[in-house]
Antibody, heavy 128, light 107 residues
Framework: QITLRESGPTLVKPTQTLTLTCTFS??????????VAWIRQSPGKALEWLALIDSNDDRRYSASLRSGPTIIKDTSRQQVVLRLPNADPVDTGTYYC????????????????????WGQGTMVTVSS | DIQLTQSPVSLFASVGDTVTITCRASHHIAGRLNWYQQKSGVAPRLLIYDASRLQTGVPSRFSGAGFGGEFTLTISRLQPDDFATYYC?????????FGQGTKVEIK
């Protein structure tokens, strides 16, 4: 059974680095066609894809993220960490991590099929 | 980047109704379109992937259709548990954009 759980600070000051951790179980995230994505939802707004990393260490980021985000995986700890430098009040919201299976297309290469299993989310407020 | 436009933004329906939500992509995305359901304060749930494939455990009253640039999610025989917000999402290539959502409310 695949599970994911997000953790991180509930309050971050502007300009600080926001660090979020996704702890997963039920899949290896290495030598498998799988990955973990981060999705954000600002209060009252739609879902927004932020970043992903897969078992082959392919990393993608949304162009909407400022200041050089970083996503890394630690398979020994079964964790995926997302770091967002220079936090801003617009980064306030609920952050979800989600599992995906990646599939190959000869035109577009490897991409997630869908975000099939989600964590419960963690709420972050960016405010001074 | 591929943009997704959902319509309507919200709709009112009664238990037992059939409702259809549309998602239009700004570029051709083959069948690489997914649908999610989100209830207030809860994480989204995958309903449909690859435009028309039902995720395991999802009731068969949910169905998806479409290819290329226009897609639909249909909910037949609406149940009380179906009142929620629905999102489409593109998986053709990065960025993996979501639509702006459609809220299905009780009439």
């Amino acid at each position: 059974q695949i599970t994911l759980r997000e953790s991180g600070p509930t309050l971050v000051k502007p300009t600080q680095t926001l660090t979020l951790t996704c702890t997963f179980s039920g899949f290896p995230l290495e030598d498998s066609e799988e990955g973990v994505a981060w999705i954000r939802q600002s209060p009252g707004k739609a879902l927004e894809w932020l970043a992903l990393i897969d078992s082959n260490d392919d990393r993608r980021y949304s162009a909407s993220l400022r200041s050089g985000p970083t996503i890394i995986k630690d398979t020994s700890r079964q964790q995926v960490v997302l770091r967002l430098p220079n936090a801003d009040p617009v980064d306030t919201g609920t952050y979800y991590c989600a599992h995906f299976v990646r599939i190959y297309n000869y035109v577009t290469g490897y991409n997630p099929r869908a975000f099939d299993i989600w964590g419960q989310g963690t709420m972050v407020t960016v405010s001074s | 980047d591929i943009q997704l436009t959902q319509s309507p933004v919200s709709l009112f329906a009664s238990v037992g109704d059939t409702v259809t939500i549309t998602c239009r992509a700004s570029h051709h995305i083959a069948g690489r379109l997914n649908w999610y359901q989100q209830k207030s304060g809860v994480a989204p749930r995958l309903l449909i992937y690859d435009a028309s494939r039902l995720q395991t455990g999802v009731p068969s009253r949910f169905s998806g259709a479409g290819f290329g640039g226009e897609f639909t999610l249909t909910i037949s025989r609406l149940q009380p548990d179906d009142f929620a917000t629905y999102y489409c999402q593109v998986s053709f290539n990065s960025p993996f954009t979501f639509g702006q959502g459609t809220k299905v409310e009780i009439k």
